[in-house]
């Protein structure tokens, strides 16, 4: 079973950068997608982005298009987060996940393997 962990969180401004990341305890099949979700408060858990094994395929909520990209380490079993131009509402715990279930990319019900969560939050 894969385990994920997230780290990088914290409290910013807006207009600030953060950089999460994402250690997997193991590289398997299914770590081949990995994505990032968010959920706030009072909220449901929505998608950020998403990214393959080999890195070709990456998507992104239009929320965070153009200021937030995804990335991954294969050697290290890590992926990475940069999130930039913060912005109040990306306030939420941030969790990495593994896809194990077809679906959607950007389904949370598609993926089995959570993290425990990293809180983002963006003070005005």
């Known amino acids: 079973q894969v385990q994920l962990v997230e780290s990088g969180g914290g409290l910013v401004q807006t207009g600030d950068s953060l950089r999460l990341s994402c250690a997997a305890s193991?590289?398997?099949?299914?770590?081949?997608?990995m994505g990032w979700f968010r959920q706030a408060l009072g909220k449901e858990r929505e998608f950020v982005a998403v990214i393959n094994y080999s890195g070709g395929i990456v998507s992104y909520a239009d929320s965070v298009k153009g200021r937030f990209t995804i990335s991954r380490d294969n050697a290290k079993n890590t992926v990475y987060l940069q999130m930039n131009s913060l912005k109040p509402e990306d306030t939420a715990v941030y969790y990495c996940?593994?896809?194990?279930?077809?679906?959607?990319?950007?389904?949370?019900?598609?993926?089995?393997?959570w993290g425990q969560g990293t809180q983002v939050t963006v003070s005005s």
């Open positions: 193991e590289r398997t099949s299914s770590t081949n997608y």
């Open positions: 996940a593994a896809k194990t279930v077809a679906g959607p990319l950007s389904s949370p019900k598609s993926y089995d393997y």
